[in-house]
C-alpha cells in the first residue's frame, strides 16, 4: 500500500492523500521486459530512409574503358565500377524499415512495470488536475518550481546553453488530452505531456520525475484490473 500527499494545480497540498495497493499494477519489475520494450520504442522511431546508387544506377556509359591487352595499364571495365570515383557503391545501402512489434499484452504490462518502479523510487507527485481555459506556459512552470522539480531555467554557459541535470527532466500524465496543457508545457525544455491512454514505458523511463493527477492514476488503475 502506498499514500502520497495531493496537489493542487498551484503545487500546495490539499491535506488528502492518495492510497492504493501497487500489487494493482505489477507483482514486480521485470528489467528484461522493460529492455526489450524501451528497443522496440527505439527501433521504430529510426527513420531508415538512407539510400546510396549502386552502380547499374550511375548515369554513365557501360562500354570498357580501353582494351584489355597492350596498353600497358591495368585491365579496366567501365567507369561505373566501385573501385572508380564516382563509381557506384559496392553494397549500396537501401531504405529500410527497422520497425516491429511485440505483443499487446507484454507492451501493457512493462507500462505498469515502468509506473511500478517510479513510485517504489519515489519520483510520482500527484496532483488533484490540471486544466487552463488558455495555454499558460508560466502557470506550469510555476507548478514545476513549487513542486521542487524545476528549480532553476537553463543558463547560458561558454555562449551554449547548459544542459537541465537529468532529474529535472519530468513527464505529465492527465487523464485526457488537453490542448491547453500540451501547448503550456511544451515551451519548458525537458517537460512533456501525455494523457493516461497514451503512456507506454518509454515515456515513463524516459523522464526522471513523473507528476499525474487523481484521474490519470484512476484510469490507469482501472485499466490495470481489466
Known sequence: MVSLPIHDATGQPTGRNYEFDLGELAAEVNKQLLHDAVVMYEANRRQGTFKSKSRAEIAGCSKKLYKQKGTGNARAGNKRTPVRRGGGHAFAKRPTDYSYSMPRKALRLATRMALLSKFRDNEVIVIDGLSFDKPKTRAVYSLLKR?????????????????????????????????????SARNIPDVSVSPAADLNAYQLLKRKRLVVTTGALDRIRGKAGA
Open 147 to 183: 513542486l521542487q522539480i524545476v528549480a532553476r531555467p537553463k543558463v547560458e554557459v561558454g555562449g551554449k546553453p547548459a544542459r537541465r541535470p537529468a532529474d529535472e527532466s519530468v513527464l505529465i500524465a492527465t487523464e485526457q488530452h488537453d490542448p491547453n496543457v500540451y501547448k
